[in-house]
């Protein structure tokens, strides 16, 4: 079993649908939980950053992290065609110098 | 955020030579830095951890002389692909993790990626 699942997708929605995206984990040391968005042939760009449980909101983003339940959420408000891109997941905790643990990704299209 | 620099932003070489990437904390001190390997559409795949002043810290499977790294400041670190083969072009791409608030939480902090293309 990984320790970070993410379905690759690809996930096609229309403008304005409301994105779920989502990964599970197993270790429970992870205490930081970070959603990257990359475009193709970018490098990863941080969207949201969330420690231990409970909601965060940036603007049409929002984050969610249920530590019981070992299952992180970012959900996309209005999406756009600018949102389409390939969106990764990403934890640690204080356990293993930190060291980071990506998911697969999961590719988005938002089709106007 | 805090802003990571990588350069060249891509590279064409002939097989046999040696290329190398730098990467960059532009406004923070990295004490951490590490690389990835990314293949299309897949994701990133950690090749080693870079801890300033030190030996960096390879994954299985990566090899150490084929992958030079150093990080001999903390603003800097870089990876050499030596007498690099068409096997070796992907996208690598760093990241950077420092110290102090933010970047001390685990927060990770990427460059823009580099494309190398051997010949």
């Known amino acids: 079993q990984k320790e970070v699942e993410q379905d690759p997708g690809p996930l096609s929605v229309p403008e304005g649908a409301i994105v779920s995206l989502n990964c599970t984990y197993s270790?429970?040391?992870?205490?930081?939980f970070m959603w990257y968005r990359q475009y193709s042939r970018k490098g990863p760009e941080l969207l949201m950053y969330?420690?231990?449980?409970g909601n965060k909101e940036d603007g049409r983003f929002t984050a969610q992290v249920d530590k019981s339940s070992k299952y992180i959420s970012l959900f996309i408000r209005d999406s756009q065609p600018s949102d389409s891109a390939t969106y990764l997941c990403a934890m640690s905790g204080n356990t293993g110098g930190f060291k980071t643990i990506f998911g697969a990704g999961t590719r988005l299209f938002v089709k106007a | 955020g805090a802003v990571v620099s990588q350069h060249p932003s891509w590279v064409i070489c002939k097989s046999g030579t040696s290329v190398k990437i730098e990467c960059r904390s532009l406004?923070?001190?990295?004490?951490?830095m590490f690389w990835y390997r990314q293949f299309p559409k897949q994701s990133l795949m950690l090749m080693a951890t870079s801890n300033e002043g030190s030996k960096a810290t390879y994954e299985q499977g990566v090899e150490k002389d084929k992958f030079l790294i150093n990080h001999a400041s903390l603003t800097l670190s870089t990876l050499t692909v030596t007498s690099a083969h068409p096997e070796d072009s992907s996208f690598y791409i760093c990241?950077?993790?420092?110290?102090?608030?933010?970047?001390?939480?685990?927060?990770?902090?990427f460059g823009e990626g580099s494309r190398l293309t051997v010949l």
């Open positions: 990241s950077a993790r420092g110290q102090g608030g933010r970047t001390n939480t685990g927060e990770l902090f």
């Open positions: 270790n429970s040391a992870f205490q930081y």
């Open positions: 406004d923070f001190q990295a004490t951490t």
């Open positions: 969330t420690y231990s449980s």
